[in-house]
C-alpha cells in the first residue's frame, strides 16, 4: 500500500489577523482517494472532504474546534451533502480523543468510542459501546497510529 503523500499550501491570512492563517491540506491515499483538510481558524472549523479518483464527493466532515484548534463536534455528511451523524469528543490530559459520542442528525444517541493510548501517545485500542452502554466491538490489536490532537 502507498504511503500517504501530504501536500500542504498555507493561505496567508490578511495582515490584520498575521498571527493566525487558513491552512489546507490534501492527503492522497493508496486506493485512489484523497482528502482535502481546510483549518480556518476565524471561525474554528475545520472541514474534511475525501473524494474519489474522479473527483466525486465521498464524504464531507465538519469540525467545531476550540481555542487551541482542537476538534469538540463535529458533523458527518454523505457524499450528497446529506447529514449521517453527529459526533462529540472528550479529550484526556494530553488532549487525545479519550471518548468519542455518536447522534443521529435528530440527536438520538447512537454509540461510544472509547480510546486508549500507550505512554507515547499512540492509539492501542478502541472500544464500541451500544445504547445501553454494551460492549459491541473492541480493536486492539495493529493499531499504531498516532492520531492528530484536533480530532
Given at each position: 500500500m502507498l504511503k500517504p503523500l501530504i501536500l500542504s499550501l498555507i493561505l496567508l491570512a490578511p495582515a490584520a489577523f498575521a498571527q493566525q492563517a487558513i491552512r489546507a491540506t490534501t492527503t492522497m491515499h493508496g486506493d485512489g482517494t484523497r482528502t482535502e483538510e481546510t483549518i480556518n481558524p476565524y471561525d474554528k472549523t475545520q472541514t474534511a472532504v475525501t473524494l474519489n479518483a474522479g473527483d466525486k464527493v465521498l464524504q464531507r466532515v465538519v469540525y467545531q474546534l476550540d481555542e487551541n484548534?482542537?476538534?469538540?463536534t463535529a458533523i458527518i455528511y454523505d457524499g450528497?451533502?446529506?447529514p449521517l451523524y453527529k459526533a462529540e469528543y472528550k479529550r484526556n490530559m494530553q488532549s487525545l480523543v479519550a471518548e468519542?459520542?455518536?447522534?443521529?442528525?435528530?440527536d438520538d444517541f447512537i454509540r461510544r468510542m472509547v480510546y486508549s493510548y500507550d505512554v507515547s501517545?499512540?492509539?492501542?485500542?478502541i472500544d464500541t459501546y451500544d445504547i445501553q452502554g454494551r460492549l459491541i466491538?473492541?480493536?486492539g490489536k495493529g493499531i499504531k497510529q498516532k492520531p492528530a490532537k484536533r480530532r
Open positions: 484548534n482542537l476538534a469538540t450528497k451533502g446529506i468519542e459520542r455518536n447522534f443521529s442528525p435528530k501517545g499512540n492509539m492501542t485500542r466491538d473492541s480493536r
